[in-house]
């Protein structure tokens, strides 16, 4: 019988892609991530003798790596078929070296996309690993080891435990905390404008609005009585058109997504986290179920920091372009788009592996998130081949007392590619919203009708949001496509950094840690530093620098650093995050603190003054029984449910039991004028309607919930809601326990803590075969999940 050929990947999802590709001559089994790597209980690094590198196979793979290694012994040819970057090129090195596997049956392939045409192209001509990938992903692991395992018992000791550093994540820390910085020092600024309504001699003929710019060239009006002379000025002056310049823009489409691009894009578009993202393009490059395709990658390799397109993604591009628009929507040729300079360019940009699979044809193939994702990249990747989209722009300029005053306008002339995509902002800008320009011709006469002046003051800056934080990284050199979104969930894990909305703040924490790392590690928290280290590394991916002599480079300096910083022992105290709200109990400013389940408020006078309380943030709508405002709450295990302002009003007359697990949204019922709601959970939801008396009332067993029994507290009778999810057993056996406790009997409770309740033997086996059941799935999950730089 002749011997099958054995693929490994990383993940269950992509073996059953890629088998269904390859029929029955291979056998396609997973590796669920990472089988080998340092061990977590020592450094496992040996700084002494050449960075010698302790590798352990992963516990709790002993099963997998057992199976791998029989398959492989069985198998003519082991394809070792890991994601195409260093991360993937380590693994499959990996699992060359646990699992025996001789040279000349090992054979590394990697696809760029997972499609049938490319899987078997690239099995037909696999290559031999690449060393100097490995060695490059190698050297990353330990830098991020020796930081991480030597600075974060300093912060254990110095400051409190479970804390850690990292090279990315300090970073990352420090620019958020620097921008927090400048918010705090800025002195805003006094500036006016000045807006004059004219019109045209005969009356009805054309009004329009005009804004303040000076002479020739732009003067700023710094005071209100600067505005008052300019007014003076031009009051019973006439106003004559100057100049009428009309012209036509264009606007070209943004490039095609590279990985920070899509994580920015999805963040601003769709509200999904940088993990979501990833997480969700994981799903759709390893294949989905599509009817009448069968299993299908739909999307290119989701790590990329290249703007490279295949000619035959231009060529399908181009084809469906004329066909689905038209001839004036392709520019003519395909465009070619420049990878900024550092850049890995090992693969192409993010795209749909088939561009005729529209999001559309696949939508009811698809999650919610997963359909949202797809029509980002398949329609960002369209219109970056389609036309521009041009704009028929006219400029007025009319002066009146040698003071010049200028009106803008402009208007879509042809759609272009905005037919397809419009690119997403950070932040809207501030565009003036007025009606076409009459047509005018210079050295026409105007009347001026009235003045508009207008007090200002200059914005701080902006907080960064997870988008602007990651462009801010990858403008800075910081950090490569594979880490910036373990970075930032790092950061927020360890609360150095909280979600205000979309903003990131630090805490003081946070703040704290950044001012040790900038007075300890300086080199650590440099940006420009870190940016020469992710050169180097790209440059031993490239065989121009050795692995060790950059390790060793980099911990000469870190290790006298680390020295000096032992010898101080002082611990610093975290300030307290003082709130605006008021204990009831004592009357002092609740301060926030962080428990088991997150962050809550209690009242900084304890053990005197025992008040803790869950933290509110105030949602749009209004409560639909008394007019009150929504509140945002968390429950004592953790969960988020919403209700009104008034639920704990002392005055009962203006108490209300308003609570629910549905999220109040900021659109009112077209029916009702009551606020709409939608389910919780990630993902679009549509909202609808709670009013009962309202002809879109969506009772609440058609809303997705699973329908409540009697022992379920429900949150709109004013229980709190975390009982809904998990009946309070624990708590009423405690408070039995108590009362027994108390209870004079004591020979009774003695005799009741002697003859506990006995499970059946079948319960027994069977709740043993769910924990261990539920075990295997957990560790699985675990197993799955790639190791990242934010150790």
């Known amino acids: 019988m002749a011997k099958t050929?054995?693929?490994?990947?990383?993940?269950?999802?992509?073996?059953?892609?890629i088998g269904k590709y390859l029929g029955p001559g291979y056998q396609v089994k997973a590796s669920m991530g990472h089988v080998r790597d340092l061990p977590k209980s020592k450094l496992g690094v040996d700084v002494e003798h050449g960075f010698a590198l302790d590798y352990q196979p992963i516990k709790g793979k002993e099963e997998v790596i057992e199976d791998l290694q029989s398959a492989a012994k069985k198998s003519a040819k082991v394809?070792?078929?890991?994601?195409?970057?260093?991360e993937g090129?380590?693994?499959?090195?990996?699992?060359?070296?646990?699992?025996?596997?001789?040279?000349?049956?090992?054979?590394?392939?990697?696809?760029n996309e997972i499609t049938k045409k490319v899987v078997n192209e690239s099995i037909a001509a696999p290559r031999a690993i690449d060393q100097n990938l490995v060695d490059a992903q190698q050297a990353r692991r330990v830098l991020d080891r020796l930081v991480g395992y030597q600075i974060s018992p300093l912060l254990w000791k110095k400051i409190r435990r479970g804390l850690s550093a990292g090279r990315v994540q300090s970073v990352a820390t420090r620019l958020v905390a620097e921008r927090e910085a400048e918010i705090r020092a800025f002195v805003p600024e006094e500036y006016w404008s000045l807006d004059v309504d004219l019109e045209r001699i005969a009356p009805n003929t054309g009004a329009f609005k005009a804004s303040f710019y000076g002479k020739e060239k732009k003067v700023e009006?710094?005071?209100?009585?600067?505005?008052?002379?300019?007014?003076?000025?031009?009051?019973?002056?006439?106003f004559t058109v100057l100049g009428v310049k009309r012209q036509d823009k264009q606007r070209n489409p943004a490039p095609p997504?590279?990985?920070s691009t899509l994580q920015q894009e999805a963040s601003r578009k769709l509200n999904m986290t940088p993990r979501r993202t990833m997480s969700i393009a994981q799903q759709l490059y390893e294949g989905v179920d599509i009817e009448g395709e069968g299993t299908v990658g739909l999307i290119t390799y989701m790590r990329t920091d290249s703007l490279r397109l295949s000619d035959e993604a231009t060529a399908a591009a181009k084809d469906m372009i004329l066909g689905r628009y038209g001839q004036d929507y392709y520019p003519g040729k395909p465009r070619v788009f420049k990878t900024k300079s550092g850049a890995q360019d090992a693969h192409e940009a993010i795209r749909p592996s088939d561009v005729r699979l529209t999001p559309e044809q696949v939508r009811k193939d698809l999650t919610s998130e997963q359909y949202r994702l797809y029509k980002l990249i398949w329609s960002r990747f369209l219109a970056c081949q389609m036309a521009p989209a041009m704009y028929d722009s006219v400029s007025i300029d009319v002066e009146s007392a040698g003071w010049r005053f200028r009106a803008n306008h402009s208007a879509l002339k042809f759609s272009g590619y905005t037919a397809v995509y419009v690119e997403g902002k950070d932040e809207d800008d501030e565009v003036l919203r007025q009606s076409p320009l009459p047509d005018l011709k210079e050295g026409e006469p105007l009347t001026l009708l009235r003045n508009?002046?207008?007090?200002?003051?200059?914005?701080?800056?902006?907080?960064?949001?997870?988008?602007?934080l990651i462009k801010a990284l990858e403008e800075k050199g910081i950090g490569r496509p594979s880490t910036y979104a373990p970075t930032i969930s790092t950061i927020l894990d360890r609360e150095y950094v909280v979600k205000e909305g979309k903003n990131l703040r630090t805490t003081p924490l946070g703040e704290v840690v950044n001012d040790l790392m900038k007075e300890k590690f300086p080199d650590i928290v440099d940006t420009a530093f870190t940016a020469r280290m992710e050169e180097q590394l790209d440059e031993v991916e490239e065989g121009k620098e050795d692995w060790k002599q950059v390790l060793g480079g980099f911990y000469g300096g870190f290790e006298k650093e680390l020295e000096a910083a032992s010898q101080d022992t002082e611990r610093i105290k975290v300030p307290d995050e003082v709130s605006d709200v008021i204990c009831p109990l004592c009357g002092r400013n609740l301060v926030f603190k962080s428990g088991r389940f997150g962050?809550?408020?209690?009242?900084?006078?304890?053990?005197?003054?025992?008040?803790?309380?869950p933290i509110v943030i105030e949602m749009p709508g209004r409560c639909p029984k008394c007019g009150g405002k929504i509140l945002k709450k968390?429950?004592?295990?953790?969960y988020a449910y919403y209700g009104c302002e008034n639920n704990s009003n002392k005055d009962e007359s203006k108490r209300c039991d308003f609570m629910t697990w549905d999220v109040p949204v900021k659109d009112n019922c077209p029916e009702c004028g009551h606020t709409l709601f939608k389910k919780s959970g990630r993902g679009f939801k549509k909202p609808f309607c709670i009013n009962p008396e309202c002809p879109n009332f969506l009772p609440e067993d058609q809303r997705g919930y699973k329908k409540k029994t009697a022992e379920n507290a429900d949150p709109a009778q004013g229980v709190p809601p975390e009982e809904e999810k998990k009946p309070a057993k624990k708590a009423a056996a405690k408070k039995t326990a108590s009362t027994a406790k108390k209870a004079p009997a004591k020979k009774a409770d003695s005799t009741a803590k002697k003859t506990p309740a006995k499970k059946p033997a079948a319960a027994k086996k069977t709740a043993s075969a769910t924990k261990k059941t539920t075990a295997a799935k957990k560790t699985a999950a675990k197993k799955t999940t790639k190791k990242t730089d934010a150790e």
């Open 5 to 17: 050929d054995l693929v490994i990947v990383e993940s269950p999802a992509k073996a059953k892609t």
């Open 79 to 86: 394809f070792l078929a890991t994601d195409p970057d260093r």
């Open 89 to 111: 090129e380590a693994i499959s090195w990996h699992l060359k070296e646990l699992l025996g596997i001789p040279d000349d049956k090992t054979y590394r392939v990697t696809f």
């Open 221 to 238: 009006l710094h005071s209100e009585a600067e505005v008052q002379a300019v007014v003076a000025d031009i009051q019973g002056a006439p």
């Open 257 to 259: 997504f590279t990985t």
């Open 452 to 468: 508009e002046p207008g007090q200002h003051f200059t914005q701080p800056p902006s907080r960064y949001t997870e988008a602007t």
């Open 599 to 613: 962050r809550f408020l209690a009242c900084p006078g304890w053990p005197d003054c025992p008040h803790t309380q």
């Open 634 to 638: 968390t429950s004592k295990r953790g």
